[in-house]
Nanobody
């Protein structure tokens, strides 16, 4: 059974840092493309934030380049999203997504950035 569980969300102030985790099970993370998405407050759509590819390549939305770092630990079956220099617009629900089969989402973890 495929499962993705995000954690690490919380309340931070502008300029602070936070690390999100996405623990996966039911598939081989080593061979799977993974992504982070953000659903802003009151929003319906989930905006792509970052990607982590099996070959080590990473990609970022322009709005987070230089501030977010996506990484993975295949031995721990976990993907991470390091948020540095948090900004107000980083507030929302962060979801991880596995490009496996039809695609799988986690339940999300809330990040709130306050001024």
């Amino acid at each position: 059974q495929v499962r993705l569980v995000e954690s690490g969300g919380g309340l931070v102030q502008v300029g602070e840092s936070l690390r999100l985790s996405c623990a996966v099970s039911g598939f081989n993370l080593r061979n799977t493309s993974m992504k982070w998405y953000l659903q802003g407050p009151g929003g319906i759509e989930r905006d792509w934030v970052a990607s982590s590819e099996p070959d080590g390549r990473t990609y970022y939305a322009d709005s987070v380049k230089g501030r977010f770092t996506v990484s993975r630990d295949n031995y721990k079956d976990t993907m991470y999203l390091q948020i540095d220099s948090a900004q107000l617009q980083d507030t929302g629900l962060y979801y991880c997504f596995a490009v496996h089969g039809w695609g799988y989402w986690g339940q999300g973890t809330q990040v709130t950035v306050s001024s």
